[in-house]
């Protein structure tokens, strides 16, 4: 016995046709690649995305094709957004940091048809081409007045594929489990996997987004995506502020604290959402400047923890309020955010700030769990670390094209969770924090130890200037801790002197097994430690004692 | 293709489980019908419910059995709600304040295996329950130390059916189209029709009700749900609530003044929701008292318009934000809230006032739209009224059994519509105000006239006491309004005199075509006024120059 109600399937077309509908007059403003400022509306965006999708069609384009872009946040790409997942075909987003081969090997796995570009990408995009065959064309993201002259490529307009084709196009009505969008994690080892959303996990997703649980968006607000549009969908604000219909404020390439805080002010901005990088280049400019903020209220923070001084800074300094995320690219991206209950809300200023130092509690729709190696649940206590493992209805099942098998894993009850790749804890609020990514861990008779905070208690000697810790092989406990070290210049720290330094600062069974000291660690090419690089180096070593 | 992510079916055991395991210590408060008051957790909630679940299978309940209840809002109702929908069973929630014939129908219609009902309702249903064939079972939801002595009936005792039955339960996996809970409208023509929602368009309708443009739900939040759990899922609350986590005060049947007052202050309510009637007793218990609210915040209210002077009374006395919302059963209910657009921000307090007498701008997942006669679609000039369609994930596409055929209307472009009897306008910024119901409009040369305009102007003058207006059939116009009047006690006003007072007031062409003075109007049992029968008596009405 069914339900009695509409079978309306959940479409990102329909985001787009409530934003014109409701809110056809409410501001989209963009920073511009070619310079100077865009404004327009929703009810433009929608005429404009649906120009574009007669564009596609008239370039051949079917669902499922998929289309790539690389660009910046802007209305372009907004509009390509809606264009490619309204009529079914999947928007690619390729993020341009990748080194040049991972781009080339992403567009070609994904098998995308066009490939849609800022300027900023012209030379990247003249480089890759030529092993990109499945690609019939490559669209610049401008006017004709600003179009490259010659490209060793035959470009195709993005304005000129506008102007020439109408806006009357009805989104078709699609399945809502069809694929919509496509991202590419940007994977440590091996070749980045395709992550594929649909229609359904992207509504729910920007559903769960918008709560005042979450980030808490209203038609009142006006938001800036600082977060990027090229991966992970910008932590799904192109599709919550469409949903809910607020202002909206792309940064375009512009990313300096200047830059930003500019926008901030003159389009009266009140909330953000970015990664730590970001804001410490806002706050620089704020405090070199003494400036302040007059609308900015809340800011989401992801991608990597908040350090906890910045949490203190936006509050203290600003009354800027943080609400401290996490998640990642299987994930829609978002998983938990950290955002008060009842009880916390009579805490000392100083206990809400170890409240917010965590990554919080899952937005409505996701469900976790830590376990330990052999998959038994821990407790929440906020002490016991384990592997963080997440399911709901916008979290990945498996990648494109079976790349890497099932990732899932099965629990007693039958249950199917995605194990994240991060160690965390949860308290009995339940709320998560991550504690070290579960390939760091060191597992020692059968117990764990995290890398990070042995790290942390490494650097916090003044004569540490960088400090990395692996698990090498033990004959007895399986794994111990090996700290390896970066003195700071004319520094003569030893061993012992360093081993000494340990002693009441972490538990006995922690303490590493052996210093190696060394004058530089091997780093990604985003500055963190490679430590798959040292568990190489360090493969056969031999701690003392065995 | 298919998107890649994890296939979860939205469903309802979902929420009270994630509410268990993410706020399990947040309270469940109830006024009960016993006498005093009853706390405990989700958590316990959560456990009582499944115990629940068992002895229902206990009792040979199988997915889809209908389960009656007859019950004020409570932490057994609640339990009820969850137990029934997550085990597969329908929460058939029947309205106490309809006529008993009415009920005995209903039960019947939609078969009730089991009926649980609150004390208070004992006699009504040792009256209807000889009547009720398909009933295998009455659950008194009470301990036994309240059981009712020398029933008329073999009675359930609702605590010892928990007290008998195990918490290790699994809910199963459901489809989420599967139908979970059943309301009928209170139908003022025909038999009441069962409106069936499913697992899907609850969740669906839980998200938007909890989004910062609805009712704005944190876990920050204390939710007195004073609407009833017997009609239209209480607005979503006992589903809402359990997706953010809120702490719940249930006020049972005790909704004078003075016991809602206390519960608000006893136990810090933040937000509420409830029809103008319950508001008023609120306010004149406060007012004659000269009390103010500690933590009470924000109100939705809707069932029928606000009172302008209400929303006034709330803001300026008391500084409680009023969210004035509409919806039907069909709609699950919600379908419009008012709450305010950045461009409201700076209007004036009496703009502001004038908006939020609108009943508001959809939720996200409703569309909607007024049309003509014709089904042309009407501008949004805050001035056109017509038809107002809806349609969305939460909305009716027909009725229990096909009850009164197919009630949805298909447009030119192919899409379905569900009419929702109201007829309203819709401003440029998408805000809908009902003007009439669409039976009670009178349609005139093609035009439309409100009655419920020409009965407000009717009721100013200050020797009429009430006033009904209907269409009655003309040759040329088709229709034209009689206006039907009860003088106050004494008054002498003559029918000129009347008509001359409607001059400026209307537009000319609305001006009554005739007036007849009666000593009484027909009401309904809860107080409208009848208009059926008015139409019926005035069938053959000949109004003058005809």
Chains 1, 2 share one sequence.
Request: hydrophobic share 40%.
């Amino acid at each position: 016995m069914h339900g009695l109600m509409m079978n309306m399937p959940l479409s990102i077309s329909a985001l787009i046709r409530h934003a014109d509908r409701y809110h056809g007059d409410t501001e989209i403003v963009s920073r511009l690649v070619e310079g100077g400022i865009h404004r327009y509306t929703y009810h433009d965006a929608h005429r404009r995305a649906r120009q574009l999708a007669n564009a596609l069609a008239s370039l051949g384009v079917e669902a499922p094709d998929r289309i790539g872009t690389l660009a910046w946040n802007g209305f372009r790409h907004f509009e390509i957004y809606y264009a490619t997942s309204g009529s079914g075909a999947v928007c690619h987003t390729v993020n341009p940091r990748l080194f040049p081969e991972q781009i080339v090997y992403i567009i070609n796995h994904a098998q995308d048809r066009y490939v849609f570009f800022d300027l900023t990408f012209l030379k990247l995009i003249e480089a890759i081409a030529p092993q990109c065959k499945a690609v019939r064309g490559w669209v610049a993201m401008t006017d004709r007045a600003h179009m490259p002259q010659g490209s060793t490529l035959d470009l195709l307009c993005y304005e000129d594929l506008i102007n020439s084709h109408s806006d009357d196009y009805v989104w078709p009505e699609l399945d809502e489990n069809a694929a919509s969008s496509l991202c590419y994690t940007s994977g440590t080892t091996g070749n980045p996997k395709g992550v594929l959303y649909s229609h359904r996990s992207t509504i729910l997703h920007a559903y769960a987004a918008c709560m005042p649980d979450a980030m808490q968006l209203s038609a009142r607000d006006v938001v800036m995506p600082v977060v990027p549009m090229f991966h992970a969908n910008a932590w799904s604000l192109p599709y919550a502020c469409a949903m809910v219909g607020c202002k909206v404020v792309f940064p375009g390439a512009a990313l300096d604290g200047a830059s930003v805080y500019e926008l901030f002010e003159t389009e009266k901005v009140t909330m953000s959402a970015g990664v730590p990088t970001v804001w410490l280049g806002l706050l620089q400019h704020t405090q070199q400047n003494k400036l302040g903020f007059s609308t900015f209220r809340r800011t989401v923070i992801g991608g990597s923890a908040c350090p906890p001084a910045m949490i203190r800074t936006f509050n203290e300094v600003y009354g800027i309020e943080v609400l401290h995320a996490w998640g990642m690219t299987e994930m829609s991206p978002l998983g938990t955010m950290c955002t008060f209950k009842t009880r916390h809300l009579n805490l000392s200023q100083e206990e809400k700030y170890a409240v917010m130092a965590k990554q919080g509690r899952p937005i409505y729709g996701v469900d976790m769990k830590i376990v330990d190696d052999a998959g038994r649940e821990l407790p929440w206590d906020g002490k016991a670390f384990g592997d963080l493992l997440v399911r709901g209805p916008w979290i990945t099942a498996e990648y494109l094209r079976g790349e890497g098998g099932s990732p899932l894993r099965e629990d007693e009850h039958g249950l199917k969770w995605f194990p994240t790749g991060d160690v965390a804890t949860i308290d009995a609020d339940g709320f998560m924090q991550i504690t070290d990514r579960s390939k760091d861990v060191i597992k020692s008779g059968g117990e764990w130890i995290s890398s990070i905070d042995l790290e942390n208690t490494a650097v916090a000697h003044p004569e540490v200037k960088e400090a990395a810790v692996i698990g090498v092989s033990h004959p007895k406990w399986d794994e111990r801790p090996l700290l390896i070290v970066v003195r700071k210049p004319g520094a003569a720290l030893t061993r012992e002197q360093l081993l000494e330094f340990f002693q009441g600062k972490v538990a006995k069974w922690w303490m590493p097994d052996d210093v190696v000291f060394v004058d530089e660690l091997p780093h990604t090419a985003t500055g963190k430690i490679l430590k798959t690089r040292l568990r190489e180096d360090y493969k056969g070593y031999r701690l003392p004692g065995t």
